[in-house]
């Protein structure tokens, strides 16, 4: 059976970009465009991993990871964060909330699939 990974960005070519590498290489991919979107859509699905942009309305990827964490079915979940975002600060901020793993845009499908692979084993 096939995994299935939730893309979460406001920008939908960036979720068309990480779509297509994911359903490329055989993942199953839910697609939301913000943390409320993500937590709604989380709700009752069979997600295996949360690839999270960092800046967005609504919800951003630290308030989403806090959220998702608080949750005692998702509490393990895996979460990579997909920003531009590379200062040390904010990813020890990603971090402390519970990111898995980070990953900075624009990024290489190799390099996505890799850290992917790696979280889900």
Known sequence: MSKT???VDDSASVRQMVAFTLKGAGYTVVEAVDGKDA??????????????????P???GISLIKAIRSDAALKFLPIVM????????????GKSAGATGWIVKPFKPDQLLAVVKKVLG
């Open 39 to 56: 937590l709604a859509k989380l709700k009752g699905a069979q997600v295996n991993m949360v690839i999270t942009d960092l800046n967005m």
């Open 82 to 93: 997909l920003t531009t975002e590379s200062q040390d600060t904010k990813k020890k901020e």
């Open 58 to 60: 609504n919800m951003d």
């Open 5 to 7: 990974i939730m893309t």
